[in-house]
């Protein structure tokens, strides 16, 4: 294992650089690029006062989320999804996965008869997008909820803890933190993690594609995950701070 | 714990009664009806002499897999995906993970040019339709490639291990195996576990939308996912061996 | 004539197997199993306590269906319409046809308020879909009804009477009744004829591309579809008194 | 029955008056307005050099039909189908008939390897569009293929019959010929009925909402039917011979 | 520039032919064929006693138009865009201009909540449409008016003045009016120029693809564009006297 | 005149800030992200190795644009295009207005068979995103033309010239440069000139719902779009000379 060593020369359980650059466009009630290493992602939102059919009369609100990635935020130019006339099924897995994620994380009740959008969209891609989503989001999450407690909009605070998310894998033999676009396209096994700041999982996406994982590596993307994740955390809370 | 009851009456290990009828319909190369209780779900093995562009002269064949849910194989009737006019996002991340789950066990240059597209249409539903679906699909897939086996249209047999899928999930604070629908709709944390003979893991896909779950629920659910997965593969023996 | 046989061996006037089994799945208030021959059609009934749009507050009710094919129903696959993204025009006439058909045998006013979808998706293709279809549709609307009926939801029964519906054709000079697969795609004038049980005719729709049906061939044609229906109006009753 | 009176003071048998403007416009290879009474539909044929997919390098051609109705074609206006995104069931349908029909009159060998394409397109509904359409675009289909004749790019003319449709019904009690719209909609049974100049039949769709239709009044439709076609069938005949 | 000479023979400040014929189908609230040569355009107008969301309840009319072209309107057949599944860019570009024109002209206070859309269907191509299209949707726009007010269902007259429109271009270095297509094809500059019968611009929509137009060019093309609105207004009055 | 004031405070004849930040992301061959006051415009340039079928085999190249905006790029969100399944008409008629104003500046023989595709994504909207997008995506183009003659792989430069865009209209009476939102939104006339550095009219599109413009208002209008696209053309020559 000497000779192992990561295409960003990173150590195996090393994030890239993280950034959070909060208000980054004017209108949203929440604004956030976020920066893990090359992959940008910027995450707005959106407060309506209006919620989804199944939720009218019921005094809950809503969180979701949209995802979408400009069409040369990759190596070779993607089509446009709306040219396209639909979103794809990669488009749609992970707008799921970052609405289930961020309504982990909210009081539902607390919030009231409003829908929160969170539009994530990838303006440079290079590995973990969607990982880097949720940790921004929630960020622009919490922001616009500050617009509405500052605007005493609401009784309580709706939300209820922290969420973020990374990315771990097998590269090579070695399980590695936050991977990015040479080592996730060179990579049997991936495996997305959200987790709150209780330390608790909220989304557990594993794949392996080419090499089934064993009971032990996963425990160790896990650990590896649990380290990523408290770092984010960290960030958010910084970036929040400032 | 003593009062704890699962509403079908299993206990929290037990796998609900497993079918596997092969040849249900005559046309395919695979044809499967798979019942996990009350779960029904028909499932198909295509075989077609071409590849997807990106395969095209590379010599490696291709699996793929499409889901499909009767309008009223569920409680209340919904809307027929043809009829709207696209496939929903639960559709395609379905199929999109069935499709992943049965290449983890072919060897794609053995195949050679050729597609097998594996269509899962649920009949009946009552929780774990895509569990099931990969369970059966499994079983339809060997049948098509013993029809090519039987041509003599292959050299070598590209079937590599076997692949069995079950869902786990905390239901009332209790860890329990294959999760029915009325135990699902009640369930905060659920994961799909897709495993493979030798005990890898080929998928994971937990999620927690209400309680996030430490990481011993994480382990006592993956104890129960082996143990289900272990009774489903040899179901997929038995039938094959019939 | 002596040397005319007809692939499957059937005489001329001879319909297929026909089975009906009702309860086939569990959930929808009518679900019929229809076979004729090797073509297998499930047939569901829906009740829903609303109306289409051009009925709302009328006190009408409405009796729709909509029609599917899994894409392995037939010898080779044919692409699924919902990944398509829409249906075909052949889908949307059968549809149109089958509810048009169920219209005829229904009082509306005294369903009250509600629509009955009949989908008709079809297993196994062998010929005769649409015809088993409307068969079969039949019998599972008369489960559909007497659910509510037992319910005491309705003041009075609003079938008014049964409908069956068979093929029929000129294969090689001769014409014959209930075509398969084998003889349809050998056939250039085939006839659908959907019968009420007072002998009279709800729809008929004949097509020849290739050679034109002279009058007294279409009271042939007739004839051999009065005998069939006769038959599977005998069969659905006796499956409705089991 | 001597009070019998048709909303527009025609006797039972007769047809609405009918007009056929041959090169009604200018661009296409057959052009031809066609008014069954005030029932209006252009009818072009477009002849192209190659066929679909499915006739590729047979040396045979094809002969279709597309169907449409301008928004205000009608009583009130209609949702223009390109605006929806899709074309509606009905229309789905004609234009598969009107393909049917004009099929039935090509020798697709002698056509070769083109494709003539009969758009029909309603400027003005009062009842019959189909019919209309189908009688008006084998005069545009005949115009073409004498322009290809002309050409001398055929060695055969592959015209070989005449074709011309017609509706029928029963209108309160009385069969008629020919149903305008204050008839269509008032009216449970109606047929439409295509015919060559052989006396066969190409095309019998019958349709009965609300009254079944019994033997005696199908026999008196079709012969009303047979007097119609036959009448147009001389206007067909006279317009080309202009 | 004695050498000069255009396709058609006219003068470079010549119109074609302009033909305005009223009430050509029976159905609509005003039905127009213009005629601008051989570009034939049919403009109806429809009232619907209803406007878009964001004019409900205001008090507010709304003037609307959709633009179609008939699949052989053309030299050669283009496809249907109601098969298609989608209105085309230029299409919508097209609709949107004669709506926005045609506003121009309309008190939507004076209208009340009504909408009137002006369906534009190319019957027939030879440069020119949405000019010809603008042209004849105005006159069909008064007739739907007058309509209105014969019926005493408006209190004062919602028409604040005429509007016309043509287009202009420079044709192998010389500006022309109201191009055909020979010319249009031909031609690197055209401009479509929509005007009031006050002599105020309510469209300008001038492209350069080819040859940029300088200054002079460009007032060289305006006064080419009032002379020729200005013979297309009397013709709309000449037409509205008859 | 002396009491008109612009809401921001500008000259009537002063163009907001403009920035050109070139290689904003690092994928494309060319990434501008342009700033024309609060609007952002992030323009990249993508080379692909094809071109349109209606080009193949000419040896010439293609230049084509899309345009997004970023569901809160605006003040309120807008629904995601590729959600609702279709771009709008409004979007495909600004993408058709860039492509043509960048083909006017290329030789599309001496790019040969290559296309060049804008990409315009707005990632804040404070009006004039056309305008700020074509000023943006010519420098994208130059960079993506600069990287093909870096590698050797044109015989001569395509780029034919400059070419930038800007807005114009009358607000409350007084024509001014460069609308942006609050202008735009309360302003009867507007106009987009796009210009190339020869002093040359590409694109010239005026609109005035309200109020119809005057042939001297039209006058002046064109003298603040030709001093405010100087100012363009010069920044953009800075920014490549950076």
Redesign the interface.
């Known amino acids: 294992m000497t000779s192992f060593s990561r295409p960003s020369g990173r150590s195996a359980d090393q994030l890239r650089d993280v950034r959070i650059e909060r208000a980054f ?4 009630e929440g ?1 956030v690029l976020v920066s893990f290493g ?1 992959t ?1 992602v ?1 995450c ?1 939102a ?1 407060i ?1 006062n209006r919620v989804p059919g199944f939720l009218r009369g019921k005094g809950e609100g809503w969180v979701t989320a ?1 995802y ?1 990635m ?8 993607t089509d ?4 396209r ?9 992970i ?2 996965l970052i609405g ?1 994620s961020l ?2 994380c909210v009081d539902r009740n607390a919030l009231g008869e409003r829908t929160i ?1 969170l ?1 994530c ?1 990838v ?3 290079d590995g973990g997008t969607r990982t880097a989503a949720i940790t921004g989001a929630y960020v622009a999450l919490v922001d616009a909820v500050n617009t509405l407690m500052a605007r005493k909009e609401l009784k309580r605070n709706p939300i209820i803890g922290a969420v973020a998310a990374v990315s771990v894998g097998v590269y090579r033999g070695t399980p590695v933190l936050d991977l990015d676009y040479a080592e996730d396209s060179d990579c049997d096994t991936d ?1 997305n993690v959200v ?2 700041d ?18 032990d590596e ?1 425990n160790e993307l ?1 650990a590896l995950a649990e380290k990523g994740i408290g770092e984010l955390l960290a960030a958010q809370q910084a970036a929040l701070g400032a």
Chains 1, 2, 3, 4, 5, 6 share one sequence.
């Open positions: 466009t004017c209108h949203a604004s090359n940008r910027l707005t959106s309506e949209e979408g400009l069409p040369r935020a990759t190596h070779t130019r446009r999804e709306a040219a006339g639909k979103q794809g099924g990669r488009t749609l897995e707008q799921r289930r309504r982990a959008t539009d969209d303006l440079q891609a495996m987790m709150n209780g330390g608790g999982f909220i989304e557990l996406q594993g794949t392996a594609e080419g090499h089934a994982f064993r009971r996963l896990l």
